[in-house]
Nanobody, 122 residues
Framework: QVQLVESGGGSVQAGGSLRLSCVAS????????LGWFRQAPGKEREGVAT?????NYADSVKGRFTISRDNAKSTVYLQMNSLKPEDTAMYYC??????????????????WGQGTQVTVSS
């Protein structure tokens, strides 16, 4: 069983930045597909960024968000710059068992964190 704990959410004005962190338990972190998702009230959960063999981003965040991982610390990050009010959502990190089986759909993930709220005001 893998446990994921997110942190770093908060409230920021449009144009600002936040960095989310997610620490994972377990000793096979380097073999995980890792992703960040978000869910706004009344909307479906959507993939934001993922890192496995390749790195992928949703079109809505390309050029503004950067996903990275530190295998030594079992941590995945999401650096969010130039934030917009439409980025407001609960953000979740997720882990999948196979580094090579990875994408922006929830289908690829077995484990989820509890979420951290990001609120961007105009």
């Amino acid at each position: 069983q893998v446990q994921l704990v997110e942190s770093g959410g908060g409230s920021v004005q449009a144009g600002g930045s936040l960095r989310l962190s997610c620490v994972a338990s377990g000793n096979t972190f380097s073999s995980y597909c890792l992703g960040w998702f978000r869910q706004a009230p009344g909307k479906e959960r959507e993939g934001v960024a993922t890192t496995g063999i390749l790195t992928n981003y949703a079109d809505s965040v390309k050029g503004r968000f950067t996903i990275s991982r530190d295998n030594a610390k079992s941590t995945v990050y999401l650096q969010m710059n130039s934030l917009k009010p439409e980025d407001t959502a609960m953000y979740y990190c997720a882990a999948g068992a196979r580094l090579w089986f990875c994408g922006l759909d929830t289908y690829f993930y077995n484990y989820w964190g509890q979420g951290t709220q990001v609120t961007v005001s105009s």
